[in-house]
Every structure is written in structure tokens, then in C-alpha cells.
């Protein structure tokens, strides 16, 4: 049952809400809540509707809930559009925007939200390990649209690798996670809600760049997991950390490799083949549904053999 999402309902759209957390807890990935409008639930990425229509004190109701009825608390995360609320779950928010000197200053009259329900699916990742473990972990891009499992994947990466493979003789290594929106380890008060290996650090709501540099710093980690690299400055701490000898798994927007390449900030970190393994998800069977898997030198690496393993791993 997810309480916590449960919580910033009011009563009238309460029960809506409760019925398909319960029924259908294991496939929601969305609800989306937009005044004047039905209530929407995304479920294996195929949308349903409720009649109810939430008022606008319905909406009132649901910030009230997410700011602690203290809009200050939140007034940082409402100039990025979005809360992340205990367990990790992201409220996205989208109504008036007020801008100052050309700059977002806050998002007022709120009108629409959308609830993306974080999941720990344990054991998704172990499709990958074939492909990015030989003796040490490969700095690795994780790549595919909204909704196709990419924070997924790296959570059960970084518990994977902090807790290691006793049966494959994959030890325990360091891991970093720098997790700038609270969606990778869903942390309340810094301490991680999800399941991870005794070999995990956690700096929570830090800035990508600047937290990555402080993690090798402080807490000198084999592997470095981020979501959502894409700016210069994100990169540039991405070479850095490769150079002092840090591996990085990273997420970045996308649909294929061929997607990266157009995008300057990552054509530097590719030219230099910081990267020796690209993985290209989707959701055609589902959120983690493997797509394809290239080398350092963008040659496929899903051989027949290799097909069958992930076949047989999706089960």
C-alpha cells in the first residue's frame, strides 16, 4: 500500500485513488491530476480515466499536503516544477509561471499535478551484468524516453554493485549515488527508503556536478551512479571522475545512441569513449525491456546467445 501517496489526497478523490493503489499498485506508473478534468491513471503505459473532476480546492488540498501547508518549504522545488515526496515518488506541477529577470521564480495557481509512482524492482538489472562487469564495472549510459525504466535500472545497479554476487564471485564495490532529485534512493532526511548494499553512500538533493566531486572527496567510490546527465557542466564532472578513476553509471533522454551523438555536451564524453557500454531501454514489454546494447565503438553486443540470456532473465 503506498501510504505515502495516499496521504496528499483529499477524502472526495481519496477512494478513486485507494482503489487502483491497491488493485493495481504493481503496474500504476502515473496519476495524473488536472482541475476540471477527469482524474487520469497510467498503468503499463495505457491511460485511464475517472469521471471525478477535481476542484480547484481539490488542488489547494493536494499542495497544502505536499508543502506541509508552508509553501516556502517547497518554494526551491516549485522553480524546478516539481516535489519528490517520501518514497521517492515525483509530483510534477504545472499552472501560472512567475518569472523574474527572465528566470523562473516560482509556479503559482497550481492546476495540474502528476504523481510518478517510484518503484524498487528487485533483480531488473541483472539482465546487464553479463555486459557491464568483466573483473571491475564499466562506465556505462543508460538511454530511453520518459517512463521506460532508466531510474529503475540504476537503483537495482547500485544495489547490485554495493551488495555483490556471492554465487559469481562478483564482490561488494563503493558506491556513490548522487541523487539530485531524490528519486534514486528516495531518501527522507538522507536516509535512503530503498533497498541498497552495505556499500552505499548517498549524497540527497545535491546538485549532479558539484556532488559528484564531492563524493569522490569524501567517500573515494568505485562507481558513481547519477541520474539524468545532460548539461556541460554534468559532463565535464563525468570526465573528471572517469580520469581520477571512478566508473560512472549514468541516465541520459533519449530513444537510441543515435540521439546522444546529436547532443554536444556528450558528443566530447563519446569521442573520448569514456563510455564502454551503451544501453538502449524501452517500454515495448514494459518499463527495463532491453533494447539494445552497444560497445565502446557503438557495435552491437547482443549476440544470439546474449538474446537468449535476456529472454530467459525477463522471464
Known amino acids: ?56 480546492e481539490d488542488a489547494l488540498f493536494i499542495l497544502n499536503k505536499l508543502s506541509q501547508f508552508s509553501i516556502y518549504m517547497i518554494e526551491e522545488e516549485l522553480k524546478k516544477g516539481y516535489v519528490t515526496i517520501e518514497g521517492g515518488h515525483r509530483v510534477g506541477l504545472a499552472g501560472k509561471v512567475v518569472t523574474e529577470n527572465g528566470q523562473v521564480r516560482v509556479i503559482r495557481d497550481v492546476s495540474s499535478f502528476n504523481i510518478r509512482i517510484a518503484k524498487q524492482k528487485i533483480g531488473i538489472s541483472n539482465q546487464l551484468i553479463p555486459f557491464l562487469y568483466n573483473r571491475y564495472w564499466q562506465s556505462t549510459v543508460i538511454i530511453g524516453p520518459p517512463q521506460t525504466g532508466k531510474t529503475t535500472m540504476i537503483r537495482d545497479l547500485a544495489r547490485v554493485i554495493s551488495t555483490g554476487i556471492e554465487r559469481s564471485k562478483i564482490p561488494p564495490f563503493k558506491v556513490g549515488i548522487v541523487d539530485e532529485r531524490s528519486e534514486i534512493a528516495g531518501a527522507v532526511k538522507g536516509v535512503p527508503q530503498h533497498t541498497f548494499g552495505s556499500r552505499m553512500d548517498l549524497l540527497d538533493s545535491c546538485p549532479k556536478a558539484e556532488g559528484m566531486m564531492m563524493m569522490i572527496r ?27 578513476g571512478v566508473r560512472v553509471i549514468m541516465t541520459v533522454h533519449g530513444y537510441d545512441i543515435d540521439d546522444l551523438m546529436k547532443r554536444p555536451t556528450l558528443q566530447a564524453l563519446m569521442k573520448l569513449h569514456v563510455f564502454k557500454r551503451y544501453v538502449v531501454l524501452s517500454n515495448s514489454r514494459g518499463p527495463g525491456t532491453l533494447q539494445a546494447i552497444y560497445d565502446e565503438h557503438y557495435n552491437s553486443m547482443k549476440t544470439s546467445a546474449e538474446k537468449s540470456l535476456i529472454e530467459n532473465s525477463k522471464g
Open 218 to 244: 569524501s567517500m573515494s567510490p568505485d562507481v558513481l551512479i547519477v541520474d539524468e546527465v545532460g548539461s556541460e557542466e554534468d559532463c565535464k564532472a563525468v570526465l573528471e571522475a572517469v580520469n581520477a
Open 1 to 56: 500500500m503506498l501510504n505515502e501517496i495516499l496521504a496528499i489526497f483529499p477524502p472526495n478523490l481519496k477512494k478513486t485513488v485507494e482503489f487502483y493503489v491497491t488493485n493495481h499498485s504493481h503496474v500504476l506508473e502515473e496519476i495524473r491530476v488536472r482541475i476540471g478534468r477527469p482524474v487520469e491513471f497510467t498503468i503499463n503505459n495505457q491511460p485511464y480515466f475517472e469521471s471525478y473532476l477535481p476542484s480547484a
